[in-house]
């Protein structure tokens, strides 16, 4: 575990302290303790500059980190939040847990996605500590597992969220070049199980292939279901699918008993969990198939962000920057706190194209920007 010497003297300082933590999500190998120690550092720089601090269990020995500023009972809230974890650093050709500069850029795993947004919501936290006459709620949750299954936002929506009333929205960190993201797409993911009977390969007749029937499988999904990924939606563009993973067999000698295959859907706002599944459902009919391990992060339609944009307006026009709301094709934290009734926007620093790169990075003018931002939002009166 990283131990904190001094605090952070500034918000690029800070983004290198977090970029140091190996928070690799476990999905990509990482170590399972590694957001939970990214989250006591900031836990310890909280409580050190006087903010209060809640572990919000997400699972045994798992938690969100919640760092909250008090101004008044009563008085509206507006929440940051920012994910802990990262992708694998798999082939990068920079320092993955070491923040280093070539010219203006940071460079370094999670610079840009997210540990960037993370940072400068930070220190706008901080700064906003220090203004006077200060009329509104803030604080800032930090979410473990949004590269993977985003457990940490779907349980704080559902045990956490209603705690903060009245909420004036939730802005989620991710690199949208500080653009408002009011609309994107969302994930289903799924297992199709296809099974068989094993036996030496020596005398195939006694068994039957998991994998042969696999591939009725494939041909059904890609004939029937996959062609029906055409919708389009105007701010996040077209529905995709996708089979991205196949395993299968034990032994070259053993007829497989067994064969899995996994499943990306994109959502555009509009459709539902219900009508992909049908569709599914439909171009299998026929196939003795199972189905597990599904995981959604529902699509965000632009209702659910339209109320905080506006109120964001006067941030954008003090420092000159567009707020023409724009959409994205992936899918983020926010769609889950939307589910739930909140008012939504994305908004970070940072463009998707540096996201998961082998030499991730982000411009140190665009961090700068964004703790203007972030600092401008929470600065709007009331």
């Not at 999905?27 to 939970?36: L, R, Y």
């Not at 706008?124 to 509104?136: C, E, G, K, P, Q």
């Not at 036996?199 to 195939?204: D, E, G, I, K, L």
């Not at 959409?327 to 009734?341: D, E, F, V």
Request: with cysteine; net charge negative; glycine share 8%.
């Amino acid at each position: 575990r990283w131990v904190m010497r001094s605090l952070p003297s500034s918000c690029e300082e800070l983004l290198a302290h977090m970029v140091s933590f190996n928070s690799v999500n476990p999905h990509f190998g990482g170590p399972v303790e590694g957001q939970s120690a990214l989250a006591e550092y900031l836990e310890n720089v909280a409580k050190a500059w006087g903010f209060q601090t809640k572990r919000t269990p997400v699972a045994p020995d798992r938690f969100n980190l919640l760092i909250t500023l008090t101004v008044r009972e009563g008085a509206p809230w507006l929440l940051f939040e920012s994910h802990l974890d990262t992708v694998s650093t798999d082939g990068m050709t920079v320092p993955a847990f070491e923040l280093t500069r070539a010219g203006d850029r940071l460079q370094g795993r999670g610079t840009c996605d997210t540990k960037g947004s993370g940072a400068a919501m930070f220190w706008a936290l901080r700064t906003y500590a220090h203004v006077r006459d200060r009329d509104r709620n803030a604080g800032i949750l930090f979410s473990i597992d949004e590269e993977s299954g985003m457990s940490g936002a779907q349980v704080f929506a559902i045990k956490d969220l209603r705690s903060f009333s009245p909420l004036v929205g939730i802005v989620v960190g991710e690199p949208t070049r500080l653009r408002p993201v009011v609309a994107h797409n969302g994930a289903l993911r799924w297992r199709t199980i296809t099974r068989g009977v094993a036996a030496h390969s020596a005398n195939p007749s006694k068994g039957r292939s998991a994998i042969r029937a696999m591939m009725s499988v494939l041909e059904a999904l890609e004939t029937r279901m996959i062609p029906l990924a055409n919708r389009e939606f105007p701010l996040t563009g077209k529905a995709a699918a996708s089979i991205n993973i196949i395993r299968g067999g034990k032994a070259v000698n053993i007829i497989p008993d067994y064969c899995e295959i996994l499943c990306d859907r994109r959502l555009v706002p509009g459709e539902t969990v219900a009508q992909v599944l049908a569709e599914r459902d439909s171009a299998l009919q026929g196939l003795e198939v199972e189905h597990d391990q599904e995981c959604l992060a529902p699509p965000l339609p632009p209702e659910n962000s339209a109320a905080l944009h506006s109120w964001m307006l006067p941030a954008f026009q003090a420092l000159n920057l567009d707020a023409t709301p724009t959409g994205a094709p992936y899918a983020t934290n926010a769609s889950h706190y939307a589910a739930a009734g909140a008012q939504v926007l994305v908004l970070g620093p940072g463009d998707i194209s540096q996201a998961h790169t082998r030499d991730e990075y982000l411009d140190r003018k665009d961090l700068a920007a964004a703790f203007d931002l972030y600092s401008a939002l929470l600065k709007i009166p009331s």
